[in-house]
């Protein structure tokens, strides 16, 4: 290349799964019959009334037009109803929500809209690898806080305390949380407001899992003053199995969302329409919907649980999400070079925990996005 990349570049290495999945495609081209745990992109179809509020849009007036930048009154609205229903929090649809196209480039927004080049940026370990990945690209410093599993994987406060935390600005958060499974309580959530107003950083939830084999979906907004410092994102992408649409949404009090809008409106120019009426027409949607999901999602996750104890890893099974985080057996090594073997020899890819970061060496994780005939003949390459 004759032109150098930005200097913002050069920390940040190509995703993960990117990199990874054209390995695996390219094994596939070769023939071999791959079965993908690997990423959590679900598989099964949004519903079907979804589609039709999507293509009966399609002739309406403003349909093919720039839309507005805090998205159509009927889908904030739909939003604001949707968390008052499903999460107890009240949220002004003018003011308090912000459409996004999917929670990912919230992050992005979020990091440009409050990270100034120097500003440190508290971030699970393990964690989504895109927290520490934006921050880099914004000149912000990720600095980590361990989670482990003695602790439920929760923050450790005592440890945090011993730091110094006077240039944090901001801190992410994942609960339910991704890779591990692990669900707050409203007292985790208590604490971790409390731990953000003593230390005054903005606390950010990213809550895409709520509603995965989890009986009981929170959000750290019905804790008593948590907009103060609190904005969470949300997704549609694995509740309504929708992860290609590209919907989510960033809520939280008016000053935040304001302030992320300042970015926001001037990178895109409005959501599709059509996306937009199929989103809010899915937010109607209730616990019928989601105990259907899950009834598949728990038959798949009992037979993971079976691929796990044959390769003689130990596991919760309190756990909520679409993954199964299994930790490997003493001196199996290093997770990259286990998970490498068995794509290899057997044909089936598992994400090594150690791409979650150093406290996910040790571990991998099995998606759940996969259909109960291929995870039962994931059992029996296993077997043979
Ligand atoms: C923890 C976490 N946050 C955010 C996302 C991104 O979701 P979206 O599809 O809404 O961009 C994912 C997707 O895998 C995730 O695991």
């Not at 930005?6 to 799964?17: C, H, V």
């Not at 519903?47 to 039709?52: A, F, N």
């Not at 939003?79 to 229903?85: A, G, P, R, V």
């Not at 005054?200 to 895409?208: E, G, K």
């Amino acid at each position: 290349m004759i032109i150098d990349s930005a200097n913002r570049l050069n920390q940040t290495a190509e995703y993960y799964f990117s990199r990874k999945l054209k390995e695996v495609r390219a094994l596939a081209a070769q023939g071999k019959p791959i079965i993908n745990m690997g990423i959590g992109s679900p598989d099964l179809p949004p519903p079907p009334h979804v589609i039709e509020a999507l293509t009966n849009s399609l002739v309406d007036g403003p349909a093919h037009q720039y839309q507005s930048y805090k998205g159509l009154p009927e889908l904030t609205a739909a939003m604001s109803t949707f968390y008052e229903n499903q999460y107890g929090v009240k949220l002004d649809a003018e003011s308090e929500i912000l459409p996004l196209m999917g929670s990912k480039e919230g992050i992005m927004h979020i990091s440009m809209a409050f990270l100034n080049p120097g500003d440190e940026v508290l971030i699970p370990n393990p964690g989504y690898p895109t927290y520490t990945s934006v921050t880099r690209l914004v000149e912000a410093e990720p600095v980590y806080y361990n989670l482990d599993a003695s602790n439920n994987w929760m923050p450790d406060y005592d440890a945090l305390a011993q730091r110094d935390l006077s240039k944090v600005k901001l801190m992410w958060v994942n609960y339910p949380h991704m890779p591990t499974g692990a669900k707050a309580t409203k007292a985790d959530f208590e604490n971790l407001i409390a731990f953000a107003k003593a230390n005054q950083i903005l606390l950010v939830n990213d809550n895409p899992y709520s509603f995965i084999l989890n009986e009981n979906p929170q959000s750290i907004l019905a804790v008593e003053g948590a907009k103060d410092v609190a904005i969470e994102l949300n997704s549609l992408s694995k509740s309504f199995n929708m992860s290609g649409w590209r919907v989510g949404m960033l809520l939280g009090a008016s000053d935040y969302i304001n302030t992320v809008l300042t970015v926001k409106s001037n990178m895109d120019s409005g959501m599709f329409y059509g996306i937009q009426k199929g989103a809010a027409a899915v937010l109607k949607e209730g616990k019928e919907w989601f105990d259907s999901l899950n009834t598949v999602y728990q038959k798949r996750r009992e037979l993971a649980w079976q691929l796990a104890d044959l390769l003689n890893c130990e596991y919760s099974k309190d756990t909520a999400g679409m993954f199964v985080w299994a930790k490997l057996p003493e001196g199996a090594g290093d997770a990259e070079a286990f998970i490498d073997d068995i794509l290899i020899n057997k044909s089936i890819f598992i994400t090594p925990g150690s791409i979650f970061g150093s406290q996910g060496a040790g571990y991998i994780r099995f998606s759940l996005c996969v259909t109960e005939d291929k995870i039962k003949e994931a059992i029996s390459r296993l077997k043979n």
